[in-house]
């Protein structure tokens, strides 16, 4: 259960799900920037981020969603 103090949309999402880590998951990474945010001012700058952050991408198989913020 999420608290009153969750802010924001969400949705729950089932289904089996990957962990990509690094390095195989830094061009993903920005394949997913771009999808959302369109081009990066500095590349290099993003992709050294994304290394120092230890970022990893969660892939998810959705089999089922719901409920939403609204119920």
Known sequence: MISDGFYGEWMQIEGPAEIQSLPDALE????????????????DEYRAAMKRDERVLILIRPERAGPNVSG
């Open 28 to 43: 993903p990474l920005v394949e997913y920037y771009r999808t959302l945010s369109g081009e990066h001012p500095d590349w």
